[in-house]
């Protein structure tokens, strides 16, 4: 009996022994992160804590709140983020909608007018918009040879153009998530509703659409946190115009060296992406969200 | 025609004709999708300093601009650089570390999980310049060294996410019984594990090629000086103006990407229909 239980214990540990050595195998990628990731990003944190004198102060948070330009660079990342978002639904929601009604064929040759700007990289696209859209570029030409308007529109280094190229860019990251929970769907449960007497328009509202809720969520609020922290297209098509958190912080490092102002800024930003994705976990697991669609 | 608009289109009996809003939607929007990036191909071909479409005189002149600037030439070998050794250095410690995570089941692991795709989640300007403070403290400003390590933590995730999935769909059973035959742990996964999930390795490998050659605000603070890469210098290139420079370059990107991404698919699709 005694030895029995010895061995019971040498096993257990032993077990135990072998799990930490796997967990080991983690150590590199965890060490690399740690590393390049988590120790930088706390010195931003603690810098954004320093004043200039070089003691503790909140002289970084307050200049946030005290200047104007600040508070109007938060309003107009949260307005682009928003807009972005409501945007994204409004256009991807009916696309993954008529991709996910199809026969498999057919939806994936769909798909791939979904996955293709998906994978090409974002400074190919947002160069392409750039084209598309100055002043003597094809957007104008055609609608000018159209009559849609007369004169060649302003219609990128300003909102507009941002708009335009986020939601290009975005719209991906919102109809994989929606499209995948669609096809999870249950098709029985709309005939169900047909057979009980509800119209289209009413089985497509009360089952269909509650059903692709998560994956609206989760799409959405990817499209938005991604939004909030987006620099390149914003400082490519917004001509400095439109000046978001993301851009404000390069520029304090890039043109006025004050790290504290950007490690304040840094802050704030990883904030709120952190917030929002606690209330996106609340609706789904991470993992759902990171492989959403891949 | 007259008899599909009125037949029946889904469950909910909606005809067709009802809904042929919905179809025109579709059409456009996919359109959209597609249209603006493809249009700069036939573009990039023009001989005209200001890109049009269709070109009226079709040249192959930006291609050899961008072929025989040494600029651009350091940077595209940069590039290929940096991502060709993000790949090699990503692929293995994401691979371990999805095993370990896998196998262990460790209370941890989530923990571990977590931490270990923090670099997908955190706003890639604060991974830049914390990356940047770093790296002119450590003094590897500018290297490739620094290039790829701050590229891997950004691909670890991806191989982590493909990895990990074809792991929970493999039977660690298989791998049990060929270590109770007498091979060590290592054994059993490189001749019994690796050769199963060895689609969505590879598929990893390349998303972090992609990850690494795609990169932009990373590149843009830590790559520089003997180390700039084409995404670097394309970013500073089109603050400026629109050069048509990088309509061929982008031209050459979309093939490279379309080919690499085509290749993930095909192995991705290969470990899922195992």
Excluded at chain 1, 46 to 64: H, I, L, Q
Aim: glycine residues 6%; charged residues 10%.
């Amino acid at each position: 009996m005694a030895a029995n239980g010895m061995n019971a214990t040498g096993l257990l540990r032993d077990e135990w022994m072998e799990r930490m050595r796997l967990f080991g195998l983690s150590s590199p990628a965890l060490l690399l992160v740690l590393a390049i990731l988590v120790i930088p990003v706390g010195w931003l944190f603690y810098v954004s804590f320093v004043g200039a004198d070089g003691t503790f102060s909140m002289e970084n948070y307050e200049r946030m709140i005290r200047r104007k330009s600040y508070a109007r660079i938060f309003r107009t990342t949260f307005e682009v983020s928003l807009l972005t978002t409501g945007l994204c639904i409004i256009i991807g929601y009916p696309l993954a909608y008529f991709i996910s009604q199809l026969p498999a064929r057919l939806a994936n040759l769909c798909m791939i007018t979904v996955l293709l700007p998906f994978w090409t990289s974002l400074l190919v696209r947002t160069y392409a918009w750039l084209v598309l859209l100055q002043k003597r570029g094809l957007v104008n030409d055609w609608a000018i040879t159209l009559g849609l308007w007369e004169e060649p529109l302003k219609i990128v280094h300003n909102m507009t153009g941002t708009l335009i190229g986020m939601v290009h860019i975005m719209l991906p990251f919102l109809i994989l998530p929606v499209y995948g929970a669609m096809k999870a769907i249950d098709r029985d449960y709309l005939k169900a509703a047909a057979n009980l007497g509800a119209g289209p328009t009413r089985a497509f509202w009360t089952v269909f659409f509650p059903l692709s809720m998560p994956g609206l969520i989760a799409g959405s609020l990817m499209v938005f946190v991604l939004c909030l922290g987006f620099f390149v297209t914003p400082a490519v098509l917004g001509g400095g115009k439109v000046i978001l958190v993301s851009m404000k912080i390069v520029s304090n490092i890039e043109l006025f060296v004050n790290w504290g102002a950007a490690s304040a800024l840094g802050v704030v930003l990883l904030a709120l992406t952190v917030i929002t994705l606690w209330i996106a976990s609340r609706f789904l697991r991470l993992e759902q969200m990171t492989g959403g669609g891949r | 025609m007259i008899g599909w608009l009125s037949a029946s289109a889904s469950e909910t009996q909606i005809t067709h004709g009802q809904r042929i809003w919905l179809y025109l939607l579709a059409v456009v929007v996919m359109l959209l999708l597609v249209a603006p990036t493809l249009i700069v191909i036939p573009m990039s071909f023009s001989d005209s300093q200001y890109l049009e479409f269709p070109p009226e005189n079709w040249s192959l002149r930006w291609y050899r601009f961008y072929f025989s600037s040494n600029e651009w030439m350091l940077a595209t070998r940069t590039s290929f650089a940096a991502a060709f050794l993000t790949m090699i250095v990503a692929t293995p410690i994401g691979v371990m570390a999805a095993y370990g995570l896998h196998a262990s089941k460790l209370p941890y692991m989530r923990l571990a999980f977590v931490m270990l795709i923090t670099p997908m989640m955190v706003p890639v300007v604060l991974v830049a310049i914390g990356a940047f403070y770093a790296y002119v403290k450590l003094k590897i400003l500018y290297t490739m060294t620094g290039l790829v390590l701050a590229h891997s933590i950004l691909a670890i995730p991806l191989v982590l996410i493909v990895t990990g999935a074809a792991l929970k769909s493999y039977d660690m059973n298989q791998e049990n019984a060929a270590r109770s035959l007498g091979a060590s742990r290592f054994r059993a996964f490189m001749t019994i594990t690796l050769p199963q999930i060895r689609f969505a390795v590879i598929s990893s490998a390349l998303l972090s090629f992609l990850a690494s050659f795609d990169e932009v605000v990373i590149a843009m603070f830590i790559s520089g000086g003997d180390n700039p890469t084409l995404t670097r210098n394309m970013f500073n290139a089109l603050r400026d103006q629109i050069d048509p420079t990088i309509a061929s370059i982008s031209t050459l990107m979309i093939l490279l990407t379309t080919l690499l991404m085509a290749l993930a698919q095909i192995f991705g699709r290969g470990s899922s229909n195992r």
